[in-house]
């Protein structure tokens, strides 16, 4: 055989090997692509998500709550004393309005850790479930018509919690519309 056979033949099986090579890795880059952008849809729609809808709800209920019951004071359980009034108003939104919020938000942490960022869980949703948790015995007292306890002994992480759930949506939301453009 000649070189120059021997050229033709090479030439032909080098470029068939570069086009295979090529079309592995680009298939390569559109599947991680493609399963980062699963994740990411997963993330916002099941964890992100809901944490921060049912963190802006919490707020915004609690806003309402302040605006109708003690607005003057800093601490709902401050000084002057409570009157029987506001201590059923209490009562009543712990337990129709904030609790079940919390549980959902707490059943999101629990539920969905797997799609957290972090390679352990915040400190602020390890708080929120801990208050969650606080709070059912609470609750359960007054189930029971014990209202000698009206606050768990953990408070509820809202700043942080809110913070930590608006910053992750932000930046998984920026990175999903980024692969969405490429």
């Not at 030439?11 to 890795?25: D, N």
């Amino acid at each position: 055989m000649t070189t120059g056979a021997i050229l033709a033949l090479a030439v032909p099986a080098t470029v068939a090997l570069v086009g295979i090579f090529a079309t592995y890795a680009n298939s390569l880059r559109l599947a991680r692509r493609r399963d980062r952008l699963e994740r990411l849809n997963q993330q916002l729609s099941d964890l992100y998500g809901p944490l921060v809808s049912l963190s802006s709800a919490s707020q915004a209920a609690w806003v309402v709550f302040r605006r109708r019951w003690r607005p003057y004071v800093r601490s709902y359980w401050g000084d002057p004393e409570l009157n029987d009034e506001e201590r059923v108003a209490w009562r009543t939104w712990m337990g129709a309005v904030f609790m079940p919020l919390n549980r959902r938000m707490r059943d999101v942490v629990v539920e969905r850790a797997d799609l957290l960022e972090e390679s352990s869980i915040p400190a602020c949703l390890l708080d929120l479930c801990a208050h969650v948790a606080a709070y059912e015995a609470v609750l359960a007292q007054w189930d029971q018509g014990n209202y000698s306890e009206n606050t768990a002994d953990i408070n509820f992480p809202m700043a942080a919690v809110s913070g930590y759930a608006e910053a992750s949506f932000a930046r998984l939301k920026a990175e999903q519309q980024k692969l969405l453009a490429s």
